[in-house]
DNA sequence: TTGTTATTATCTCATTATGGGACAATAATA
DNA sequence: TATTATTGTCCCATAATGAGATAATAACAA
């Protein structure tokens, strides 16, 4: 386990006790997904995270961090919230896992300090992630909310807040146009609003309000070959 | 200096590169208000603020080091923000700041680092804060948010994005029960909203709105002297 | 060719919210 | 009793939203 004696040795390179944790977030076949990591050797899950180098602000980290786990740059990023309660328990998460690995490691009070965690949320595009594991995990998979694998650490509170504060934002925030693919139909914006906010909308009323924003550009039909009319394609304007 | 001794003894009670800076709202004749700390021997204020302990959590800490600068507890506040971008700069003014007060602390690396600083704002009722300096300051004052003094670090930015925050928020959190006093007339709350959102609002429609939202209680009117139409005195309803 | 069917795109109307002016009520004073 | 400066409401035009109704149309069946 090279790798992870690396990791110790480096431990200068980083900001003690603090720690990124991404909440990326993508849209497909109507569903919100959340991209997970599986620790490996144990039945438990966790979110795409690390730390922030002594030169590095903490944007960039987050950045960095959300780069190595999807082949992605420049991805829409947001701060949401920092978690840092007494009882966050991380202790005995971190034990678990670095006792699997590499039980010479606990004797270094260092991997078992607590943590301060950064949350930030990623809006991206699900077909143009290529989604990779870290050194503590195996695979590295999409997850639909509503089926939320066991998590370690305080993760599954993290992604509620995450979403909770996505909500928040949806209209201020243009946030379809990092979800989605390039161009797409009017139901399918509307379906990615019903599945953030966990509510039907009215194809009308929504419709009207999209267009009544002036930020989509209707380009041509779409032919499903469904036995119906067939939908407009529609791209957000360029700026 | 003992106290900076000791300060610097006692280094391994807190999370190290991590701080916390509070902006403190106040309301007062009618201005928006920030709670300010004169550094000593220094033409530089800044922003009450400290560090996290090992065994405190991050709310709690800010909670600290807020009822050590006004005297309150359970003040309400808001986390809004992680200020932890690489050129933050902070090291020319810690250099500043430990020059002036203890040029043997200058050889300990320690305070020197790196900081990322975890930004919280918070409403307090003007008229029950005593202004406590800490032992890094001579004076803790009120400035008006239209002439803040010069500023250390990128407090002003914080204090910049902490007002933007409130803005946000300002009609889902009930920002008027935090930094008014328990009764008040429909034309200070008015006021309030005026001066945060720094536009003119109407009487008739902000009355109206304020009343359909069923939350403040009319109390008896107050007669103020004046030779007019005395206004009625307003308090929030409990629950 | 001509219906049929399932959607999609719009239209319309009622209801509610908001902007902005007008007016009546009233506490002290002249 | 009149005056004055505010305060509390009312009214109406306009904008935004909720909810049903109707027209358009792509593929398929008869």
Redesign the pocket.
């Known amino acids: 386990m090279n790798e992870l004696e690396d990791f110790l040795a480096l431990k200068d390179r980083f900001i003690p006790q603090l720690s990124v944790d991404c909440v990326i977030f993508g849209f497909h076949n109507q569903q919100l997904k959340v991209l997970l990591l599986k620790l490996k050797n144990l039945d438990l899950w966790a979110l795409p995270g690390g730390y922030v180098e002594q030169s590095e602000g903490i944007d960039d980290a987050a950045q960095r961090i959300l780069e190595e786990r999807t082949g992605l740059r420049d991805i829409y990023l947001e701060q949401f919230r920092v978690f840092g309660s007494a009882d966050r328990s991380t202790k005995e998460f971190i034990q678990k896992i670095m006792e699997v690995h590499h039980p010479e490691s606990m004797n270094d009070p260092w991997v078992l300090q607590r943590y301060v965690s950064i949350g930030y949320y990623a809006l991206v595009d699900f077909s143009k992630v290529n989604p990779t594991p870290d050194f503590l995990s195996e695979y590295c998979e999409w997850f639909e909310m509503k089926q939320l694998p066991k998590l370690a650490f305080d993760h599954r509170e993290i992604i509620q807040k995450a979403l909770e504060t996505l909500r928040i934002t949806l209209d201020s925030k243009l946030v379809g146009s990092n979800l989605l693919p390039e161009t797409f139909?009017?139901?399918e914006l509307q379906s990615l609003y019903e599945t953030i906010l966990e509510m039907p909308l009215?194809?009308?009323?929504f419709?009207r309000?999209m267009?009544s924003l002036d930020i989509l550009e209707r380009i041509e039909?779409l032919?499903?070959?469904?036995?119906?009319?067939?939908?407009?394609l529609y791209r957000f304007k360029k700026s």
């Open positions: 139909t009017m139901m009215r194809r009308n009323n419709q309000k267009l039909k032919y499903t070959g469904a036995a119906n009319k067939a939908p407009y």
